[in-house]
C-alpha cells in the first residue's frame, strides 16, 4: 500500500495526538535496521491509528491512517504557533518575556 496519502507534518500529527486520551492509546515499537516504527492504537477499537518513521540517517515521517473514536477523543489543548521573521522581531520576542518573566516573579 502506498502511504504517501496519509502522510502528515510533524505539527499535524501532534495536533492528531493530543486530541486522544493517552489511556485510550496502546503504542507498538518495532525497531529495524535502518529505522524505529512507532504504531498507535486505539485500545477501544484496536484500529491502528497512526504510525511515526525515524529513519537513522533522514527525516522522520508521520502518518495518520484512521480518526480515534469519540469515546477516546479529548479537546485538543491549545497550541500557540509563533514565526519569527528576522532579527528583529526575535529580539523584540525576547524582550517581552524577558519581561513577563521579571514580572512574574515579583
Do not use: W
Not at 20 to 49: A, M, R
Not at 71 to 93: G, S, W, Y
Amino acid at each position: 500500500m502506498d502511504n504517501e496519502i496519509y502522510e502528515v507534518s510533524r505539527d499535524e500529527y501532534a495536533g492528531f495526538l493530543g486530541q486522544i486520551n493517552q489511556k485510550s492509546l496502546d503504542t507498538e515499537v518495532q525497531t529495524l535496521d535502518d529505522c524505529t516504527v512507532i504504531k498507535v492504537f486505539s485500545k477501544t477499537s484496536g484500529e491502528h491509528l497512526c504510525t511515526r518513521i525515524i529513519p537513522e540517517e533522514s527525516e522522520e515521517h508521520y502518518y495518520v491512517f484512521n480518526m480515534p473514536p469519540d469515546e477516546d477523543r479529548v479537546p485538543p489543548p491549545r497550541i500557540a504557533k509563533i514565526t519569527l521573521e528576522d532579527r528583529t522581531e526575535v529580539e523584540k520576542f525576547l524582550q517581552i518575556l524577558s519581561t513577563l518573566s521579571k514580572e512574574s516573579k515579583k
